[in-house]
């Protein structure tokens, strides 16, 4: 196992954590860890003089500095980076504040003591960069979904996350442990979601299933259909471009390293309670750095529009020609069969003359344009 000053405290907590037990002998587990036994006597005897904070690679410096930060401050920068091992010196020093701590020395000097102890890599260092990010004016004007890469459980099953996060405020309104990507198990959750925080204005999804395919004109999901139904608009990130929905792609990465990269789960429900555990961590106490290292739930309120009871059939205006899709996801107009979407069947849909373009009609479900059909060139609807 090599040693080095990344994993550092991790390391030597692991060393003393084994020698304790005594399973295996004291120069074998140096061996193993390639360090001297001078060196691992130390670490266990520091250890049991002062616990863990005896594990602090002390300075080297002369101990009457001026500006040296005081031990005390180290030791709860570096309790908190124990607890949070992928926050950065700038979130560690909001959520000191935060807690009324005082003297919090500047994010600087809090990269200093983390280097110091071996907490930050070079690479880490050299990766780090600026995010620029637009963002929605309020809470529910836009919601981004879509499910974390699966992962398989000790119990040989696959968790599946779905996540749903505010565009505006970061919060995380849906963290859930689903065995299936399907459309059942997201309209159940988003169901849950909307009766707690209200209807958005908008959803955005990744492209597939269970979302809808958008490089198709006219193609719809039965779950984007209830969404339309529900109010709320739809919409898909640009294939191969997963910036388009780029907060939650965010959100991942801070779950994947903050959670999954160091955790394994005997079962859903195991799974499911660490998720609501970080989930609580990261709206109510992590400091989010595109937000001005505010909390997300401080910027986050329930949306007044609520879940109805019942859903009614669209209403479409005067002009419009009404159109009913067939079996087969079709509707006749002008004498072509033009293809919307299967999930459809039965469905009314309008024709609207287009406002952009002349001789050629925008079909509607509800108000969710499906597609452009010019009179000109038939054969590509778009």
Known sequence: MPWNAQNAMQVRLEFVTLATKAEIPFSELCRRFRVSRQTGYKWVERYQAHGLEGLIERSRRPHASANRTSDEMESHVLEMRTRHPAWSAHKIG?????????????????????????????QASANATAWIRFER?????????????????????RCHPLTVLD??????????????????????????AF????????????????????SKPGELTELAIWLILLGIRVSYSRPYHPQTNGKDERFHRSFKREVLSHCSFTGMSQAQAEFDCWRRIYNFERPHHGIGMNTPHTRYQPSPRM?????????????DEVLRVGWNGKVRFRGQHLRVSSALHGRDIAARPSREITDAYDFYFAHHRLMTFDLNQPDAPR
Request: charged share 20%.
């Open 307 to 319: 879940m109805p009871s019942t859903l009614a059939p669209p209403e479409y205006g005067p002009c």
């Open 94 to 122: 909001r959520r000191l504040r935060d807690q009324g701590l005082q003297g919090v020395p500047a994010d600087s000097t809090l990269n200093a003591i983390l280097r110091r102890h071996g907490c930050i890599s070079a």
């Open 167 to 192: 565009d505006h405020s970061r919060f995380n309104i849906v963290l859930r442990a689903c065995q299936a990507q399907n459309t059942q198990t997201v309209r159940e959750h988003l169901q849950n």
């Open 137 to 157: 004016e309020q809470p529910n004007e836009l919601w981004q979904m879509d499910f974390k890469g699966h992962f398989a459980l000790l119990d040989h099953t």
């Open 195 to 214: 009766a707690e925080y209200g209807l958005p204005q908008q959803i955005n999804t990744d492209n597939g299933a269970p979302w809808g395919t958008p």
